[in-house]
């Protein structure tokens, strides 16, 4: 499935020389010109990991939420990168079904209170449970650190969801970029004891997961521009294109199994960090190895990395429809309603 994006054109070399992730403004839909206007008129944004790096990063209120559990250890340490939040929604009947959230910032940057993430913060008033979770970036551990992380996480919630009112029997993850590339390894590693680190707590649960909504994610850590193959050197501790074969145990694609998950892949065709063709081989080698249509992709033409419009309302309205399909019985949510939520960030 395709939608058009018009998006205001940009320096890439600029992108080179930063080594950021980028993303600037752009409008809905071809029809909208007053938004386009708008959009011409504005600076590049590099997004969450620019603002990180210069102090900038706005974060959400999380006081405007009805009821959260905050800064839950997860691993059984101290660490603030090992924590999760878990926020209620205003709507919907405990146990709770549940999206578990991880943050993009090319492993390097980004955290669970992110403004990045809170579009995904949507689900909260369609009947879900969003747990927003912290892994340990590349300035403290190398790959494969942080999937470990994301699967204690997961095996953490599946061992107290009766203390945390959440219904983890079925649980579907969701990523943008590098917190995508967590989400689909995850899926690709379900069942695999030896993508585990079980040191980290509750063993006797298990961290495999059962739906992934993937945006504008990494398939391939060797495969990515010039803007995005340092920030993969960065996390495997190698030059990744000229060691490629080190990086199989990284690449969900290289791990796709006939039991893969369902998978909704979200990708923009200018992004200049992670190539549209890699959403294009992830849904086509998803499909031949499970036999199925076990991936679905959505495409925006001329969108670029984690491009504004995949964050709109009616984009995660969208997502939300597919998660509804693995979480409720036949697809049938009774807690969606057409509203969305103004997410408040602190100033």
């Known amino acids: 499935m395709k939608r058009n994006v018009c998006s205001r054109p940009f320096v ?64 059984g340490t101290q660490n603030p990168r090992q924590t999760l939040d878990i926020i209620y929604p205003r709507r ?18 980004g955290d669970k209170r992110s403004e990045a993430v809170a579009p995904v913060f949507q689900a909260t008033v369609q009947g879900y449970a969003v747990v927003s979770v912290n892994y340990r970036l590349s ?49 690709a590693t379900n069942h695999k004891p030896s993508f585990e680190d079980l040191t980290m707590g509750s063993k006797d649960s298990s961290s495999a997961v059962q739906g992934v909504v993937s945006w ?4 391939d850590v060797s495969a990515l521009t010039d803007a995005g193959t340092p920030l993969a050197n960065k996390i495997m501790g190698f030059d990744v294109r000229t060691n490629r074969t080190k990086t199989h145990n990284a690449n969900p694609i ?9 998978i909704l892949l979200v990708h923009g065709t200018g992004d200049q960090v992670v190539p549209y063709k890699q959403s294009v081989d992830m849904q086509r080698k998803v499909n031949e190895v499970t036999r199925k249509p076990t991936a679905r992709l959505i495409t925006f033409e ?19 429809d597919f998660v509804d399909r693995i979480l409720y019985p036949e697809g049938r949510n ?11 960030l602190l100033e």
């Open 216 to 219: 504008c994610a990494v398939h």
């Open 254 to 262: 290289e791990l796709v199994t006939p039991r893969f998950p369902p």
């Open 139 to 187: 300035d403290e551990v190398k790959w494969p650190k942080p999937l470990h992380d994301a699967k204690a996480a997961i095996r953490f919630l599946r061992a107290n969801a009766g203390k945390y009112q959440l219904d983890a029997k079925n649980l579907v993850v969701w990523g943008a970029s590098a917190g995508g590339h967590i989400a689909e390894m995850l899926a």
């Open 12 to 75: 890439l070399t600029v992108l080179f020389c930063l080594s950021f992730l980028g993303c600037h403004k752009s409008g809905e839909n071809a029809r909208d010109s007053q938004h386009k206007q708008e959009v011409a008129s504005n600076p590049i944004d590099l997004g969450e990991f620019t603002s990180k790096t210069t102090g900038e990063e706005k974060r959400i209120d999380m006081t405007q939420f009805k009821r959260t559990a905050l800064n839950i250890p997860y691993a």
């Open 92 to 109: 919907g009947v405990a146990p709770y079904k549940t999206i578990v959230l991880f943050h993009g910032g090319g492993w390097m940057a």
């Open 334 to 344: 009774p807690y969606r309603y057409a509203g969305h939520l103004e997410i408040k």
């Open 302 to 320: 001329g969108a670029i990395h984690v491009d504004p419009v995949i964050k709109t309302n009616r984009n995660v309205h969208e997502n939300l």
